[in-house]
């Protein structure tokens, strides 16, 4: 009897289960086409049905969103939630003066501003001297401890010994990635892996010195050998590459995507079309540190963002795969459409816009079960107003956010 009596009282104190929800908006973008009459049908944390006129149990709660439109959550390919914008403190100054309590706690707000942005996935490029402290957040976002985004986290990232920062100092300084060549860096992604690195992150070139243009780091075979690691582990490789010398190292060497690619040309474009890598392009960040020294947005734009608008024009035109990441962190979280609406400045059209933040940056990226409004995936959603493939700045004023099923940003 006793037995009875406590399974009882434990079937009663169970939460109820939430009710199914229909959401009703004027149009949906399944992450391909836009649909107009469409519901969306969400149990759980899943979608059961989307379409026009669904059929739904008794007791779904309906929920109009009227004048709106329904999307895939938006996923960011290039964050990093441990930085704040350098008009605000230097990069240096992050790294070397700033305790890592201090960054997380205010990753924790980056993320939540980010997730109520509608951007309900991340993909975070390195914790930039924060060690790893971007695995701890997204267990904390995952336990919910704190809101957030879902997160797909590369750890401290992996330069050539002497290539990155802080640098010019007269004794040895914190830096912002971990120092690992040769042999060595095949032990260094296999730690980093083992530490909670979902995807593996390279810097293919960088500035040895300041003042001197990008030149390339590690060789084809050290980029090779990091990538057999890293997908033998199940793990994507993204690298960081502006020349278009290590854009073509990396390339040759099987990564799946590159980070900024702001002086690729016609023949490495060519080269990354045919073998399908992917370009995160991160215009954003170009425009933020030219505005930082004193652009105020209008043309002529300076040298390097015309530059970037080129490069990225370029790259549409022969084929290349591109993603949508901004490289937010140099600029403020939350404000991640800014790459968006300067994707259709350099002009990608705008559907293609909302297809890279969606089901492209879920294809590349091998996150098969989001990026699309589809029976079966995450209900990670977002609604904005009117339709954004006629106004792309919609995507800038989100006014309903779900995650996982639940509503974090009601209408």
């Known amino acids: 009897m006793r037995h009875f009596l406590t399974a009882l009282f434990a079937l009663f104190a169970m939460p109820a289960a939430a009710a199914p929800i229909l959401l009703v908006p004027d149009r949906v973008f399944d992450g391909a086409v836009m649909h107009s009459g469409w519901q969306v049908l969400v149990d759980g944390q899943r979608i059961v ?43 240096d100054d992050q790294v070397l003066k700033e305790s890592q309590a201090y960054r997380v706690a205010r990753a924790v707000v980056h993320a939540r501003a980010t997730l109520l942005a509608g951007f309900t996935t991340v993909r975070d490029l390195g914790s930039e001297g924060a060690g790893y402290a971007d695995v701890g957040l997204k267990r904390a976002i995952e336990d919910g401890i704190v809101p ?9 990232a992996l330069v050539a010994p002497g290539s990155y920062g802080p640098k010019g100092f007269a004794a040895p300084v914190p830096q912002g990635a971990e120092e690992a060549d040769g042999p060595d860096l095949v032990a260094a992604v296999r730690r980093q892996i083992g530490s909670g690195a979902d995807v593996v992150k390279l810097y293919g070139d960088y500035r040895w010195r300041p003042g001197e243009p990008s030149r390339p780091t590690y060789s084809q075979a050290e980029i090779a050998a990091a990538v057999m690691a890293a997908h033998d582990a199940g ?11 290590a854009m073509r190292r990396a390339v040759l060497a099987g990564v799946d995507v590159i980070e900024h690619g702001s002086e690729g040309d016609a023949a490495v474009f060519a080269l990354m079309a045919q073998r399908k890598v992917a370009l995160c392009p991160t215009l954003a960040a170009g425009d933020a540190i030219a505005r930082y020294r004193g652009w105020n947005g209008a043309e002529p734009a300076p040298k390097d963002v015309q530059q970037d608008r080129d490069t990225f024009a370029l790259a549409q035109k022969a084929g290349v795969p591109i993603c949508m990441g901004g490289d937010v962190g140099v600029f403020t979280h939350g404000t991640n459409a800014r ?5 259709a ?19 590349y990226f091998g996150l098969a079960d989001r990026g699309r409004i589809a029976a079966g995936l995450l ?6 107003p009117g339709d954004p493939a006629a106004d792309l700045s919609a995507v800038t004023r989100v006014s309903f956010v779900m995650k996982g099923g639940a509503v974090v940003k009601p209408n």
């Open 148 to 156: 957030g985004p879902r997160m797909i986290v590369a750890t401290l």
């Open 339 to 343: 790459e968006m609406l300067l994707m």
């Open 345 to 363: 400045k350099a002009g990608m059209p705008n559907i293609n816009v909302l297809v890279a933040a969606t089901a492209g940056n879920a294809r």
């Open 379 to 384: 209900a990670d959603l977002v609604a904005v």
């Open 49 to 91: 049905a989307a379409g026009p006129a669904l059929t739904v149990p008794a007791g779904t709660e309906r929920r109009a969103l009227p004048g709106q439109t329904l999307l895939p959550g938006f996923i960011e390919g290039h964050s990093h939630l441990l930085l704040h914008p350098y008009d605000e403190t230097p990069w």
């Open 235 to 245: 793990r994507q490789v993204a690298v960081h590459a502006n020349t278009a010398e």
